[in-house]
């Protein structure tokens, strides 16, 4: 991660944005990138200082402290107006013991791309950090540079104004198997496992850390589609961001080894399509909550759809979990894994539509559907719990 040596100062930036801020109702959806100084407009704030600056994007708000450096106030856009504070404070928590005051400044501001970073201390070291938005993508990129020492308990943790936090939709069961109901898409890098939780420090001796704030995507994906972005039921979700460094089977070997352990952590990015649950429509917000929460799977050819129990969801024992395979060369195998053990297999003979199930077995954590086409390629599901 590079930290910029030069940029705008933070008065000189706020000036820009006040020329170009539009007057008005505050509390309409802005169409571009603004930044003001001073009490935030956002519904039941806590960002109060004549120098507190709040970031206004088409799809979210949200306000920082120019005393501590955190993310104190984000409000997410509904019908076209941004709606009441939803965050109590976002910040990377360097270990035991409080940051110094923060210095921000504004190293890049256009009408596409926002970045602040900020400096601050702590036991007497230097503590970078920063805050990128880009105008199309309904989320925050978080990095910080941590001083090196001693492990402690470090990284990003965010803390919610719970009573305003909307309710995501839940797709535990399939009503029915609508191939046009999901939604592929390649994520970054940086995204090849999802793992989401409001706290996300753990033992760490020091160095960088990387986080994805998302209020309604994941950020930048390639899809042979297009995704309808502001629309759909944003979810507001702080996902751990690391690059993948390992190859495939390592990552599913580590995964399968963290599904045992009951961690609700999926598949993402790095390779291959992701496949996410979006019975709505091909909406940005949809397949960002969905993919966060295992209602997905992975596919580097062929597909495996659920008929019952979605991905991600809760079985109960001696329950049937259900699945479609699909693939236009031709299936030719098929494996159900069982807590980290293929407990079955067979082989398809070239169709390319299969439907089978197995039986829900009961005193386990979870089970995996695997698929392979004839040309040897693969889809793997996310989890299925088993209750």
């Known amino acids: ?31 571009t990138l603004e930044l003001t100084r001073g009490p935030t407009f956002i ?55 409080e940051l110094a005051p923060a210095h921000l400044r504004v190293v890049e501001q256009n009408e596409r791309r926002l970045v602040i970073e900020l400096e601050r201390r702590w036991h007497g ?3 970078l950090s920063r805050y990128e938005v880009n105008r199309d993508d309904a989320g925050i990129r978080l990095s910080a540079r941590l001083p090196q020492g001693e492990a402690r308990l470090a990284g990003y943790r965010l803390l919610r104004n719970e009573a305003a936090a909307p309710l995501a939709a839940g797709y535990n069961d399939m009503p029915n198997m609508v191939q046009a109901h999901w939604t592929a898409a390649s994520l970054h890098n940086e995204l090849g496992i999802l793992y989401k939780s409001d706290d996300l420090r753990q033992q760490r001796k020091g160095g960088e850390v990387s986080a994805w704030l998302s209020a309604g995507s994941l950020g930048a994906l390639s899809t042979d589609k ?11 979700a702080l996902l751990e961001l690391r690059p993948v460094t390992e190859g495939f ?28 649950y979006t019975p709505k429509g091909r909406l940005s917000a949809d397949f960002a909550s969905a993919a966060s929460q295992g209602h997905s799977f992975l596919s ?24 479609e395979f699909r693939s236009d060369i031709g299936l030719a195998r098929a494996e159900v894994w069982l807590d980290g053990k293929q407990v079955a297999g067979w082989k398809i003979n070239g169709a390319k539509w299969f439907r089978t199930g197995v039986p829900v077995p009961p005193n386990h954590t979870w089970m995996q559907w695997v698929v392979e086409d004839r040309e040897g390629k693969r889809a793997y599901s996310n989890p299925i719990w088993i209750e």
């Open 249 to 276: 089977e390592a990552r599913l070997q580590a995964l399968r080894q963290r599904w045992s352990r009951g961690e609700k952590v999926y598949l993402g990015g790095g390779n291959g399509k992701l496949y996410a």
């Open 300 to 323: 580097f050819g062929p597909q495996v759809y659920p008929v019952t129990t979605n991905f991600g969801g809760t079985a109960k024992p001696f329950s049937e979990s259900q699945v």
């Open 125 to 127: 070291q230097p503590v």
């Open 43 to 97: 519904e039941g704030g806590n960002a109060r200082g004549e120098q507190d600056i709040t970031v206004r994007t088409p799809h979210f708000a949200f306000a920082v402290s120019a005393d501590s450096g955190a993310l104190v106030d984000l409000a997410l856009v509904s019908n076209g107006r941004y709606g009441p504070d939803l965050v109590q404070s976002l910040d990377v928590v360097p270990g035991e013991g």
């Open 1 to 31: 991660m590079r930290f910029y040596q030069t940029g705008l100062t933070l008065l000189a930036a706020l000036v820009l944005s006040a020329c170009a801020s539009r007057g008005g109702d505050a509390g309409l959806a802005s169409a």
């Open 226 to 236: 297009p995704l309808y972005a502001g629309q759909g039921q944003a979810e507001l």
